[in-house]
């Protein structure tokens, strides 16, 4: 049986709805992922991570419309990297909510693979309970549902893009699509960053730099240091914290 919106007739959507079920819309990116990795890295993430908390749901979730291209000024200093620019990006999901609200469905969860989308989607989410207060809408990172299997798994000072945990992510969820043999250490110490940018990795204040200033090649961490085993881990821990989060979370 297939959960993915795309695959149903209308008519079967439209049963879909009735039921109650969320929507789950799975967000990425069009950007550089350093020399091993897929410009599409993001987007197969939560992609992927959508899948399996629907079939894990058996029905009580529906896999909506995919938006592959995120908010990634931060990654244009590299070739293929593609930004909508946040009022797009906003654009773009409202509409999507908008035409499913339309048709019966009231909670939507977006999975997001890219950290760059996140203060827009907190925006989308003040501007619901403003302009759609009968909408139910929450969204999650794919790696931060796993927050803690990632803390155990990174070594290095600086870590983050194209590294360990996105690179065991790949190595599990589509090896076919990672290059091993361009794996290589990008920043991963401290003390490799200028002044500017050595700043920018604290949280607070924030300040915002383009990744060509914080790497070379675009990667922080180590990718060598990845397994398939702590990707399996890191989707694995993610699926049970979105399943468990769409259990409880009310129809009505």
């Known amino acids: 049986m297939t959960y993915r919106l795309a695959e149903l007739t209308t008519d079967e959507a439209a049963a879909a709805a009735a039921t109650g079920a969320a929507v789950l819309l799975p967000v990425g990116a069009f950007e550089q992922h350093g020399p091993g990795l897929p ?25 909506g419309p995919s938006v592959p291209v995120g908010v990634s000024p931060h990654h244009l200093a590299f070739a293929g990297t593609v930004s909508l620019r946040p009022a797009t990006f906003l654009a773009v999901l409202r509409d999507y909510l908008d035409s499913l609200a339309r048709h019966g469905w009231r909670r939507f969860l977006v ?52 590294g360990e945990a996105e690179t065991a992510q790949m190595l599990h969820l ?18 490799q960053l200028e002044p500017l940018t050595r700043l920018s990795r604290s949280r607070y204040p924030a300040l915002a730099v383009g990744y060509d200033q914080l790497s070379p090649d675009g990667v922080l961490g180590d990718p060598r240091r990845a397994t398939a085993a702590d990707g399996r881990a890191i989707v694995e821990r993610a699926t049970a914290r979105l399943v468990a989060f769409l259990k409880e979370w009310p129809e009505g």
């Open 39 to 63: 410009l599409a890295t993001d987007l197969v993430r939560a992609e992927r991570l959508a899948d399996a908390v629907a079939d894990e749901l058996g029905g009580a979730a529906v896999i």
């Open 111 to 162: 999975v997001t693979g890219h950290g760059g989308n996140n203060a827009a989607l907190d925006v989308l989410a003040q501007d619901l309970l403003r302009d759609r207060p009968e909408l139910r809408f929450a969204w999650a990172p794919v790696t931060a549902l796993a927050a803690d299997v990632v803390a155990a798994m990174e070594t290095s000072e600086v870590t983050g893009h194209s």
């Open 174 to 191: 589509a090896p076919d699509q990672v290059r091993r043999d361009r794996l290589r250490p990008g920043t991963t110490a401290l003390d």
